[in-house]
């Protein structure tokens, strides 16, 4: 007991001396906390892009015109075996009114056949994909 009643005298007999002490201690563990969770969000985040590299390709004048058919067969030749090109999928843009609607109807229509693999991100389940 006499020595937390020493242990209060002195903390309380110089504030200012105190509350430096007291941040000197705290702004390195906060700093630490800090960066490490910071170093740790940057990773995860380069983790998931890395594992999403897409690379698109278009018609010249408008994403509405497709691509011919046969590039599909030229961009998988490019690397035979599959390591960095996994898959090529073409999407296609579908536009439309429907009678008696005011907003456009905007689609999109894809390679059911490598859709899944192309866009993991999309979770899709075997019934999804199957319909």
């Known amino acids: 007991m006499l020595r937390l009643i020493y242990l209060y005298k002195n903390l309380t007999r110089n504030i200012l001396r105190t509350l430096m002490t007291c941040a000197a201690v705290a702004l390195p563990i906060i700093i630490y906390v800090l960066s490490t969770a910071v170093i740790d969000g940057l990773n995860q985040f380069l983790d ?13 004048t408008s994403f ?29 843009w579908i536009g439309g009114k429907i009678e008696d609607f005011p907003m456009p109807l905007s689609t999109l229509a894809v390679d059911m056949d490598t859709f899944p693999v192309t866009y993991p991100d999309e979770q899709l389940t075997v019934e999804e994909i199957a319909a």
């Open 64 to 92: 509405i015109n497709p691509l011919p058919a046969g590039y599909r067969a030229k961009i998988e030749s490019l690397d035979p075996t599959k390591r960095r090109i996994t898959s090529v999928c073409g999407v296609r």
């Open 48 to 60: 998931n892009s890395a594992k999403q590299l897409r690379l698109v390709t278009m018609h010249k």
